[in-house]
T-cell receptor, first 115, second 113 residues
Framework: EPEVTQTPSHQVTQMGQEVILRCVPISNHLYFYWYRQILGQKVEFLVS????????KSEIFDDQFSVERPDGSNFTLKIRSTKLEDSAMYFC?????????????FGPGTRLLVL | LAKTTQPISMDSYEGQEVNITCSHN???????ITWYQQFPSQGPRFIIQGYKTKVTNEVASLFIPADRKSSTLSLPRVSLSDTAVYYC??????????????FGKGTKLSVKP
């Protein structure tokens, strides 16, 4: 069964450093998402992406965040200057179409720890 | 989107049937009810989705009464590996709707031997 993959599985960084989280969505999917989950809290939507542009973003997704699809397979989330509160599990997801009833397939996540 | 309310936690034993009820009093005509499962340190995984009456797949059943103000996820004969958090989500189905999923706190199911 096709799956979403994410790298790295764990990332430790110093406050103020830039990090790039990488995702490879399912190959025939056109819509991509990033979510995050702070330890012990609920999964929160960050951004959705289609046709090389952001479709929707939450208030969490401020100017420190950016997304990119640099080639035909990767989808990245960049945090420009990390803060302690960015420590969380970051999940990438993809779907074939962009309606909420469509199943989204989530990756295994990247655990980011900002020191 | 309609707000959902579900129990924070539930305990069960192996082999039992587990029913998790979710209330969504303000569900709109075009909304679907979707359930995701999340194991520790993993991403959420789609379980089942329905609009009304009953839906069954190889993993679970979803019961939705006529007024659609609640729904019940039924897991038959749970095993230890069903220990997870289960999320009830109401998702909109109309042209141009947002694709992002809004997760609540979910129900933490603990299955004991």
């Amino acid at each position: 069964e096709p799956e979403v993959t994410q790298t790295p599985s764990h990332q430790v960084t110093q406050m103020g450093q830039e990090v790039i989280l990488r995702c490879v969505p399912i190959s025939n999917h056109l819509y991509f998402y990033w979510y995050r989950q702070i330890l012990g809290q609920k999964v929160e939507f960050l951004v959705s992406f289609y046709n090389n542009e952001i479709s929707e973003k939450s208030e969490i997704f401020d100017d420190q965040f950016s997304v990119e699809r640099p080639d035909g397979s990767n989808f990245t989330l960049k945090i420009r200057s990390t803060k302690l509160e960015d420590s969380a599990m970051y999940f990438c997801a993809s779907s074939e179409v962009w309606v909420a009833q469509e199943t989204q397939y989530f990756g295994p996540g990247t655990r980011l720890l900002v020191l | 989107l309609a707000k959902t309310t579900q129990p924070i936690s539930m305990d069960s034993y192996e082999g039992q049937e587990v029913n998790i009820t979710c209330s969504h009093n303000n569900i709109a005509t075009n909304d679907y009810i979707t359930w995701y499962q999340q194991f520790p340190s993993q991403g959420p995984r789609f379980i089942i989705q329905g609009y009304k009456t009953k839906v069954t797949n190889e993993v679970a059943s979803l019961f939705i009464p006529a007024d659609r103000k609640s729904s019940t996820l039924s897991l038959p004969r749970v095993s230890l590996s069903d220990t997870a958090v289960y999320y009830c989500l109401v998702v909109a189905n109309y042209g141009g709707s947002q694709g992002n999923l809004i997760f609540g706190k979910g129900t933490k199911l603990s299955v004991k031997p």
